[in-house]
Nanobody
Framework: QLQLVESGGGLVQPGGSLRLSCAASGFTLDVYAIGWFRQAPGNEREGISCISSSNGTTHSADSVKGRFTISRDNAKNTVYLQMNSLKPEDTAVYYC??????????????????WGQGTQVTVSS
């Protein structure tokens, strides 16, 4: 079965850090681009970071650039999103998504083929 499972979300204070994981089963991530997206109530789903399938090139949205870092560990078949300097406006459900042979670009659009279930991130004092 093809699955993407996000983990690592939770409650954190402003200025804190979290690391989200996106673990794949049933396929290998090295031939897929992986995007991270987030959606807060009443807002559109926002593409925030992406790593390309072919060369590992990364892109990040302006809203998270300099604070969030995406990385891939092919040996563990997992993609990570390291989130630092978190702000209350980062509160959202975070999703990872896969797209075969995609080359990432800006903006990071939500037309990926395969999605995980999401994990809640809440930034609050």
């Amino acid at each position: 079965q093809l699955q993407l499972v996000e983990s690592g979300g939770g409650l954190v204070q402003p200025g804190g850090s979290l690391r989200l994981s996106c673990a794949a089963s049933g396929f290998t991530l090295d031939v897929y681009a992986i995007g991270w997206f987030r959606q807060a109530p009443g807002n559109e789903r926002e593409g925030i970071s992406c790593i390309s399938s072919s060369n590992g090139t990364t892109h990040s949205a302006d809203s998270v650039k300099g604070r969030f870092t995406i990385s891939r560990d092919n040996a563990k078949n997992t993609v990570y999103l390291q989130m630092n300097s978190l702000k209350p406006e980062d509160t959202a459900v975070y999703y990872c998504a896969a797209d075969l042979f995609r080359l990432c670009g800006l903006p990071i659009t939500a037309d990926f083929g395969f999605w995980g279930q999401g994990t809640q991130v809440t930034v609050s004092s």
